[in-house]
Structures are given as C-alpha cells and as structure tokens.
C-alpha cells in the first residue's frame, strides 16, 4: 500500500513542514478556499487534514479534524489519529519548503552552497530540484526528526 498523500489547510502550515519531514506528499496552499481544499481531496486522493470542524465533516471520510493547539500537539494527534507510521514514507526525501521530492547531490556541486563547515565534514548531500535547497545529516529538517521521535516516544505524557 502506498503512504497517504495530504492537504492542509490554511491554519496547519507548520504541520505541513512535519509531514513532509516524515516523508510525506502534503500539499499546503495557504490562504485557500475551503472548495478548493476538498477539491484536491477528492482528485487527487488526499486527506484533508483541517481545525475546522465543518470542513472536516464535508471532506467526509477524507478529512481529518485537528484540534490540538501548537504544532507538537498537532503532529502527534495527526500521527495517531491517521496511524502514521513515521518511516513508512521516508524520511528527509521531500522538500519541507516545496515538497518536491530530493534526490542525492553530489558534494564537488555544492562547494559554495553549503556552510563551509557542513562541506568540510560531511559527504552526503541531498537537494530539492524545486527550490534548490539543499539538506544534509543535522541539518534543520534532520534535528526535526529527531525531535518527532522523542514526541512520540513520550505522547503519552504530553
Ligand atoms: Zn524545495
């Protein structure tokens, strides 16, 4: 069975970076119509994930309600309630900014384009052919797992 695909509405923005993070296909309009959000639901076959409880009845079994407040919160109710499984979609392989999905970059092409630092001590390299940025082992998106296991590992103490 392939992941699920996603797509958030104007008030999960943060969430959205989340499951990308996680691997995960999710689309983030911001400031969107809630017909367009169903839309996208309904064609592209996506869960609509929403605060809004009107919006979640109306994408029927396609939407997801969230109702916790702050993102840490959200991510492990979106996690529960959808049964996420944080590997299933491969983690750092989506853009967080664009989610375009990364491809492996080789390092003598980004002398200059990383911190002097980053290119000296380290070899593998992955980058977004969408908006170019470029992501590595410790970067951002990769401290942002870390913590999403450490939030899973103690959700029952949140
Ligand atoms: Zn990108």
């Given at each position: 069975?392939?992941?699920?695909?996603?797509?958030v509405?104007?008030?999960?923005?943060?969430?959205?970076?989340?499951?990308?993070?996680?691997?995960?296909?999710?689309?983030?309009?911001?400031?969107?119509?809630?017909?367009?959000?169903?839309?996208?639901?309904?064609?592209?076959?996506?869960?609509?994930l929403?605060?809004?409880?009107?919006?979640?009845?109306?994408?029927?079994?396609?939407?997801c309600?969230i109702?916790?407040?702050?993102?840490?919160?959200?991510?492990?109710?979106?996690?529960?309630?959808?049964?996420?499984?944080?590997?299933?979609?491969?983690?750092?392989?989506?853009?967080?900014?664009?989610?375009?999905?990364?491809?492996?970059?080789?390092?003598?092409?980004?002398?200059?384009?990383?911190?002097?630092?980053?290119?000296?001590?380290?070899?593998?390299?992955?980058?977004?052919?969408?908006?170019?940025?470029?992501?590595?082992?410790?970067?951002?998106?990769?401290?942002?797992?870390?913590?999403?296991?450490?939030?899973?590992?103690?959700?029952?103490?949140?």
């Amino acid at each position: 069975m392939s992941p699920p695909r996603f797509v958030v509405d104007t008030m999960l923005g943060r969430l959205a970076r989340w499951l990308r993070a996680m691997g995960y296909d999710t689309l983030y309009l911001g400031p969107a119509d809630d017909r367009r959000l169903l839309q996208l639901a309904e064609t592209e076959n996506r869960i609509l994930l929403t605060r809004d409880a009107k919006l979640a009845r109306l994408a029927a079994s396609r939407g997801c309600l969230i109702r916790a407040d702050g993102v840490d919160h959200q991510l492990v109710e979106a996690v529960e309630k959808l049964s996420l499984v944080p590997r299933e979609a491969g983690w750092l392989s989506r853009c967080l900014e664009c989610n375009t999905v990364l491809e492996p970059r080789p390092k003598e092409l980004l002398s200059g384009l990383v911190p002097e630092y980053i290119f000296a001590t380290h070899t593998e390299f992955m980058g977004c052919p969408g908006c170019r940025k470029v992501y590595w082992a410790g970067s951002h998106a990769d401290r942002m797992l870390t913590r999403l296991s450490r939030l899973l590992d103690r959700k029952g103490s949140l």
